[in-house]
């Protein structure tokens, strides 16, 4: 952990150099880069000089708590010591969260994309249950959130919905809920009183800077169509609806939800961006992916994640083995439990992958 925290300083404290070059900065692209990974650097850099500073303290705390001879000025020592301790052990819990988190996926924006699955209209109804559970957490953490694109149904369900959600740790909060969501509960449409099953998608974007994505004109194509409004109703005269094709990856990226074409377009570009930056993740990710399955598993987050059962008032989620019996309150928004033990357990496993990982180095090198 230590030597992880001492890269990182170094590669701040670089950084910091490279920017007061007159060079560097006459270069507003390369200065816009360095900035942006001396920000993302700055969120470990900064505490971890904090706890430096206050080890010094209580070094001195402690020489002056054994030294002194003046019972009441020792006591006070012996209390400075106490309390720095203290800090100390809460800054260095909080250096482990922030090394669980890769500076590049700090982010503090994202996209998210909730999609009805099998089901048919009860999916598209519990795509919206689950669309305002969102709304309420993020209006509750004090987020800001904007719908980006919808499809809404005639009974008020979403076959799809996209939004942006920003705000502090963001991310690193939302990044679990990607996955299959399923519902058992009797659907409003249903006249015998049978519970149904249906399940809807969720997926977690990462929102990058526009300077990390870099997209050649020649590499997309852009088309555009008439859109239709909320529900597919009032169907536009204007081809306002923009569609953006990514040629490399065939990665698409579409918005219709405006009556211009030009907020539209510009919609796009960021869902694609996100997309990108998704894929290429994905992509460095794989490269680390047959080690951490022979280590701690898959932890696929492609599967079914979570079950919410109505009749029981009960959510499970899959992944950790988390059963709670406060659906109601779960759908209304509270989602900090659910939250904080998924948050500890990757933490948990993150740490015993670190761990095999070191043992596994060690026994390469004969240590």
């Known amino acids: 952990m230590w030597a992880k925290l001492d890269e990182i300083l170094r590669r701040y404290q670089e950084m910091e150099r490279q920017l007061s070059n007159p060079a560097v900065i006459a270069d507003s692209l390369r200065a816009g880069q360095l900035a942006k990974e001396h920000g993302l650097l700055a969120r470990v850099a900064r505490p971890y000089l904090e706890y430096r500073r206050l080890e010094e303290e209580l070094a001195q705390a402690e020489r002056l708590a054994i030294a002194e001879k003046d019972p009441e000025l020792r006591a006070y020592a012996e209390e400075e010591v106490h309390n720095l301790r203290r800090k100390l052990a809460q800054l260095r819990q909080h250096l482990e969260e922030l090394l669980l988190v890769d500076p590049e996926e700090d982010r503090d924006s994202v996209i998210l994309e909730i999609r009805a699955g099998t089901g048919g209209e009860e999916a598209a109804l519990f795509a919206a249950d689950l669309f305002r559970m969102y709304e309420k957490y993020a209006a509750a953490r004090g987020w800001k959130m904007e719908v980006l694109d919808f499809n809404a149904t005639d009974l008020g369900g979403f076959k799809e919905i996209i939004c942006s959600i920003s705000g502090e740790n963001v991310y690193r909060e939302l990044r679990y809920e990607s996955g299959g969501h399923r519902v058992q509960r009797v659907p409003k449409t249903e006249q015998q009183g049978r519970i149904h099953t249906s399940a809807a998608t969720v997926a977690v974007l990462a929102e990058p800077e526009e300077i990390e994505i870099e997209i050649k004109p020649d590499e997309v194509r852009i088309d555009t169509f008439a859109s239709g409004g909320p529900g597919g109703q009032h169907q536009n005269k ?115 992958q670190l761990s095999l990982e070191k043992v596994v180095a060690s026994s390469a090198h004969g240590e």
């Open 238 to 352: 204007t081809q306002s609806g923009v569609r953006i094709v990514h040629l490399p990856t065939g990665i698409v990226a579409e918005c219709r939800n405006e009556r211009s074409q030009h907020k539209n377009k510009a919609t796009a570009w960021r869902m694609l961006r996100a997309k990108l930056y998704q894929h290429f993740a994905q992509q460095k990710e794989a490269e680390r992916a047959q080690q951490r399955r022979s280590l701690i598993g898959t932890g696929d987050r492609s599967d079914r994640i979570r079950t919410y059962n109505f009749p029981q008032n009960r959510v499970t989620d899959h992944r950790i083995g988390l059963t709670l019996y406060k659906l109601d309150a779960i759908m209304n928004g509270e989602l900090q439990e659910l939250i904080r033990a998924l948050i500890e357990y990757d933490r948990r496993q993150q740490f015993e």
